[in-house]
């Protein structure tokens, strides 16, 4: 326990000797517990395993990049100490003394662009509990553009450590939802996509598909998932946005009613088994209904004729209606090919 007191007040004071402009030593108030300024080298701090992940090549971090190239740092880095998040059960830490809660990307990109900046500001603090933690990262990537993905595992995470100390009479969700000033139905979509499998996720983050439908995919079975995936990455590079949007929705669409008909009762498919083929299906009709001058049996055109002929009615005026909608309101040219490219499949 020394030394987990002993080495942030050491890197302090090295802090001093140092040409880096360091504030007066003062205690943060933070719900975690103490806190306090130092200086310390970059090549000290870890990224933490629980932050998001870092791509510094993409356009996102482009405003970024050459801010740091231009300004230098330019912030803060929250830390703590390597003892202290192995003992909050923090796992996949290297040999660093410093774990970053927030600067990921500043980090990464001076390590990269900017060899001459070896010292940064820091704040050392240190934590009783890992929610306080996972909640102290949460609050450092409230502004940041997190993927949903990244979101979700987030939320997840901090369940797992708030269902540990629920007291009788509070919902998990809830409190979480208060704690981050978010509504509890968006945790609880974030929450309820964490198990999706990571190649759905990332159609999740790219916008193909919308977070209510991502929670509707977890009810869909590992072959279901599979299907959709398959349709979802055969789709073409060149469609426009618009186009995609709608062929994603067919796809949805059509992968979500696969999985009702699977679970649906012998009566319903048997229905279901009707002729697809309307031309086919009325000469079926025709050929049911009696000739001219033929006696009507009447039983049994009431048992086989008659229903038949009446559902091909009700089938014939759905038709019209179609019909006369589509007149009005032709196919947008995204649906159109959106379409198309699903009839490839």
């Known amino acids: 326990m020394a030394k987990k007191k002993a080495n942030p007040a050491a890197n302090f004071l090295q802090g001093l000797l140092s040409d880096e402009p360091v504030q007066s030593p003062a205690v943060t108030e933070t719900p975690a517990a103490s806190a306090f300024d130092a200086v ?26 050459e801010s740091i ?3 230098g740092f330019t912030d803060k880095v929250q830390v703590l100490t390597r003892e202290n998040a192995e003992a909050l059960g923090v796992t996949g830490l290297g040999s ?24 940064v500001e820091a704040v050392i603090r240190s934590f009783t509990t890992a929610l306080d933690m996972l909640y102290t990262i949460a609050d450092y990537n409230a502004a940041r553009p997190l993927l949903t993905s990244e979101r979700a595992k987030q939320i997840r995470r901090i369940k797992g450590e708030v269902s540990r100390a629920l007291q009788p009479g509070e919902d998990t969700l ?3 939802a208060k704690r981050l000033g978010k509504s509890r139905t ?3 979509m974030l929450d309820a996509i964490a198990d999706l499998p990571a190649a759905l996720l990332a159609f999740v983050d790219s916008g193909d598909i919308i977070l209510k439908d991502a929670v509707e995919l977890r ?30 929705r067919l796809l949805l ?20 088994s009707a002729p697809r083929d309307l031309a086919k299906a009325v000469q079926t009709a025709l050929k049911a209904l009696p000739a001219e001058g033929e006696e009507v049996i009447e039983p049994r055109y009431r048992k086989t004729v008659e229903p038949m002929v009446k559902g091909m009615d009700e089938a014939l005026y759905s038709l019209a209606k179609q019909r006369l909608k589509f007149a009005q309101h032709p196919l947008s040219d995204s649906a159109k090919a959106a379409l198309l490219e699903l009839l490839k499949q």
């Open 186 to 188: 968006l945790v609880y």
């Open 253 to 272: 669409g059509r992968v979500k009613a696969g999985e009702r008909g699977e679970e649906a009762s012998e009566p319903a498919a048997q229905k279901r």
């Open 174 to 176: 809830t409190l979480i």
């Open 69 to 71: 190239l231009i300004n």
């Open 40 to 65: 310390l080298s970059i090549e000290d701090i870890q990224n933490h395993p629980d932050n998001r992940d870092v791509n510094i090549d993409g356009e996102d971090a482009a405003q970024l990049r």
């Open 96 to 119: 660093e003394p410093y774990v970053a809660l927030n600067c990921h990307h500043r980090l990464a990109i001076c390590r990269a662009l900017r060899p001459d900046i070896v010292t």
């Open 219 to 248: 009810k869909l079975s590992p072959e279901k998932q599979e299907k959709l995936l398959s349709g979802l990455n055969s789709l073409s590079g060149e469609l426009t946005p618009d186009a995609r949007k709608a062929a994603v």
